[in-house]
């Protein structure tokens, strides 16, 4: 999954993508890895769909940012 999120180009086909994966298909290290990316400080102690959903919010704000 890591792959092909940093295969997009922007942050709106970032915010695609993640959002048509949902949360089941990523592991706890690819999120860790996007949230870096992304500048997120995520606490590795919190649990795939934590992770997923303070990236979701991330990507949701730069998109909106974009618009």
Do not use: H
């Not at 180009?9 to 993508?17: A, I, L």
């Not at 769909?49 to 704000?61: D, F, H, I, K, R």
């Amino acid at each position: 999954m890591l792959k092909k999120f940093l295969a997009c180009v922007n942050s709106v086909q970032r915010y695609e993508f993640f959002v048509e994966t949902g949360a089941a298909q990523w592991n706890k290290e690819e999120l860790m890895s996007v949230a870096v990316i992304l500048g997120i400080g995520a606490d590795e102690n919190e649990d795939v769909p934590e992770l997923y959903a303070q990236v979701l919010n991330e990507l949701t704000e730069r998109v909106q940012i974009a618009a």
